[in-house]
C-alpha cells in the first residue's frame, strides 16, 4: 500500500470529521473485491437491512480467513489510526488507550468474546439506502473505522452519497455529503470525535449511512477494526 499522508488525513478528521484517501484501490482491485459478493463462501452472515429497520439493501461479514487485501489493509492502515485514536482519547477525557498492533488489539477483543471478524461487503440496487447508525459490536470498540467505494459513480450508479451526521451539544445536528470516486476510501468516526471549543475539547456522536440509490448498483467495501461479539 503506497505511503499516506497522515497529518492531512488527521488534520481533516479533526476539522470535518471524516478524511478522504483518493484511489486507495484501483479499478481491478475493486471489480475483483465486489465480485467475491456472489460467493457465499467467503462470508459469516448476510443481512437484509429492511428485515431490520436499517434501511434498503443488503451486506454480508466475511468470515476468517479474510481475503488477503482486506487483512492488509486492516492490519496496515490500524496502527497509524490508533495514534490518531489514543490522542482523540486524551481530548474526550477518556482513560482507555489502543495498543499501536492490530493484533494485540483484537487479543484484547476476543478476550472479551468478542471473535467475529466485521469487514464487510454491501450491495446496494436501486432504490436502496442506508439508515444513519453506528458500528458498535460490543465493549471494545475502535474509534475510527474506512469504507471503499468498488463501484463508478455516474457509471454503474448514481445517487448513494455517504454520508455523515454529527449531533452537538444543544445545537442542531451538522451533516457532512462525501463525494467518492471508485476507489476512494472515507474514515470516519464509528460513534464520537472531539471537537475544540471555547472552553476546550468536547464530544459529538456521529453517524454514517448512505442516501437512496437513484439507479444501477453500488457495492462497498467497510473495515471496522474491533471484532464483534
Same mark, same amino acid.
Given at each position: 500500500?503506497?505511503? *499516506?499522508?497522515?497529518?492531512?488525513?488527521?488534520?481533516? *478528521?479533526?476539522?470535518?470529521?471524516?478524511?478522504?484517501? #483518493?484511489?486507495?484501490?484501483?479499478?481491478?482491485?475493486?471489480?475483483?473485491?465486489?465480485?467475491?459478493?456472489?460467493?457465499?463462501? /467467503?462470508?459469516?452472515?448476510?443481512?437484509?437491512?429492511?428485515?431490520?429497520?436499517?434501511?434498503?439493501?443488503?451486506? %454480508?461479514?466475511?468470515?476468517?480467513?479474510?481475503?488477503?487485501? +482486506? &487483512?492488509?489493509?486492516?492490519? %496496515?492502515?490500524?496502527?497509524?489510526?490508533? &495514534?490518531?485514536? $489514543?490522542?482523540?482519547?486524551?481530548?474526550?477525557?477518556?482513560?482507555?488507550?489502543? @495498543?499501536? &498492533?492490530?493484533?494485540?488489539?483484537?487479543?484484547?477483543?476476543?478476550? &472479551?468474546?468478542?471473535?467475529? @471478524?466485521? #469487514?464487510?461487503?454491501?450491495?446496494?440496487?436501486?432504490?436502496? =439506502? $442506508?439508515?444513519?447508525?453506528?458500528?458498535? =459490536?460490543?465493549?471494545?470498540?475502535?474509534?475510527?473505522?474506512?469504507? +471503499?467505494?468498488?463501484?463508478?459513480?455516474?457509471?454503474?450508479?448514481?445517487?448513494?452519497?455517504?454520508?455523515?451526521?454529527?449531533?452537538?451539544?444543544?445545537?442542531?445536528?451538522? !451533516?457532512?455529503?462525501? @463525494?467518492?470516486?471508485?476507489?476512494?476510501?472515507?474514515?470516519?468516526? !464509528?460513534? %464520537?470525535?472531539?471537537? $475544540?471549543?471555547?472552553?476546550?475539547? =468536547?464530544?459529538?456522536?456521529?453517524?454514517?449511512?448512505?442516501?437512496?440509490?437513484?439507479?444501477?448498483?453500488? /457495492?462497498?467495501?467497510?473495515?471496522?477494526?474491533?471484532?464483534?461479539?
Amino acid at each position: 500500500m503506497r505511503a *499516506l499522508d497522515w497529518r492531512g488525513i488527521e488534520d481533516d *478528521l479533526n476539522q470535518y470529521g471524516c478524511a478522504v484517501v #483518493p484511489g486507495l484501490l484501483d479499478a481491478d482491485a475493486c471489480a475483483a473485491l465486489a465480485a467475491r459478493y456472489d460467493d457465499a463462501a /467467503h462470508f459469516r452472515s448476510r443481512v437484509v437491512m429492511q428485515r431490520h429497520g436499517f434501511g434498503q439493501g443488503e451486506y %454480508q461479514y466475511f468470515a476468517y480467513p479474510l481475503p488477503d487485501l +482486506v &487483512a492488509a489493509l486492516r492490519e %496496515q492502515l490500524y496502527g497509524p489510526l490508533a &495514534a490518531i485514536a $489514543n490522542r482523540w482519547q486524551a481530548a474526550m477525557g477518556l482513560d482507555g488507550r489502543f @495498543p499501536l &498492533a492490530h493484533g494485540d488489539f483484537l487479543a484484547r477483543c476476543h478476550a &472479551a468474546g468478542q471473535t467475529r @471478524p466485521t #469487514p464487510l461487503l454491501l450491495r446496494y440496487r436501486e432504490g436502496d =439506502y $442506508n439508515c444513519l447508525h453506528q458500528d458498535l =459490536y460490543g465493549e471494545h470498540v475502535f474509534p475510527l473505522q474506512l469504507a +471503499v467505494l468498488l463501484s463508478r459513480p455516474q457509471e454503474d450508479f448514481t445517487g448513494g452519497e455517504f454520508v455523515l451526521t454529527e449531533q452537538r451539544p444543544r445545537m442542531q445536528s451538522r !451533516v457532512e455529503v462525501v @463525494p467518492l470516486a471508485q476507489g476512494d476510501a472515507v474514515l470516519f468516526p !464509528v460513534a %464520537q470525535r472531539p471537537v $475544540n471549543g471555547t472552553r476546550g475539547s =468536547y464530544r459529538v456522536n456521529m453517524r454514517h449511512g448512505v442516501s437512496r440509490l437513484r439507479t444501477g448498483l453500488r /457495492h462497498t467495501l467497510g473495515i471496522i477494526f474491533h471484532d464483534a461479539s
